[in-house]
Nanobody
Framework: QVQLVESGGGLVQAGGSLRLSCAAS????????LGWFRQTPGKERAFVAA????????YYDDSVKGRFTLSRDNVENKVYLQMINLKPEDTAVYYC??????????????????WGTGLQVTVSS
């Protein structure tokens, strides 16, 4: 059974930085796509970034381009979302998501079958 364990959330002032991590376990992964989404109360989960395990190709939402960097460690089956210059509008619960039937990274929540439990990221002004 695939498990995703997220870490690294918290409270930071505007302009600050955080690094989120997501560790995948539960099976041998030959391929996968892993994405980060975020959600605020009353809204649907919104795409943040996604990466292909095999190619390393990364997609970003326009709202985070230039501020967020997604990287992977294929040995540990981990991905890291480095977030800099954080803004109050980045405040949300951040979710890690994985799809292991493809290594094409998707930008919609329904692309992914497996989800983490979520991390709160709060950016104060």
């Amino acid at each position: 059974q695939v498990q995703l364990v997220e870490s690294g959330g918290g409270l930071v002032q505007a302009g600050g930085s955080l690094r989120l991590s997501c560790a995948a376990s539960g099976r041998t992964f030959n391929k996968y796509a892993l994405g980060w989404f975020r959600q605020t109360p009353g809204k649907e989960r919104a795409f943040v970034a996604a990466i292909s395990r095999s190619t390393g190709i990364v997609y970003y939402d326009d709202s985070v381009k230039g501020r967020f960097t997604l990287s992977r460690d294929n040995v540990e089956n981990k991905v890291y979302l480095q977030m800099i210059n954080l803004k109050p509008e980045d405040t949300a619960v951040y979710y890690c998501a994985l799809e292991d039937n493809t290594d094409v990274a998707g930008r919609t929540a329904d692309w992914y079958d497996h989800w983490g439990t979520g991390l709160q990221v709060t950016v104060s002004s």
